[in-house]
């Protein structure tokens, strides 16, 4: 079993930046892919950014050069720097983790993102 604990969040200014956190722990696999997606009410979850264990990343096109995704693999942790938010960003932001082995995925528990003047 793996928990995803997830900080960070807030309401900001357009422009404004934020940083998300996700903690990971429990029986996790060696190798692993966590990320971000998001939800904005009444839209479809959808993809924000993954990073694996060999810090591999993928971001969706509209966050590109505004948003950063890290990993500290010694705490199992990942951060997102999220810069020159928009009001468009505005979501819950759910953090995710599967392993490379085991088809099951997890997910945190979500955090509010608001970006609104």
């Known amino acids: 079993q793996v928990q995803l604990v997830e900080s960070g969040g807030g309401l900001v200014q357009p422009g404004g930046s934020l940083r998300l956190s996700c903690l990971a722990f429990?029986?996790?696999?060696?190798?692993?892919?966590m990320g971000w997606y998001r939800q904005a009410p009444g839209k479809q979850r959808e993809l924000v950014v993954t990073i694996s264990t060999g810090n591999t990343t993928a971001y969706m096109s509209s966050v590109k050069g505004r948003f950063t995704i890290s990993r500290d693999s010694a705490k199992d942790t990942v951060h997102l720097q999220m810069n020159s938010l928009r009001p468009d960003d505005t979501a819950v932001y759910y953090c995710y983790l599967k392993g490379y082995t085991s088809p099951r995925e997890y997910w945190g528990q979500g955090t509010q993102v608001t970006v609104s003047s």
């Open positions: 429990g029986s996790i696999e060696s190798a692993y892919v």
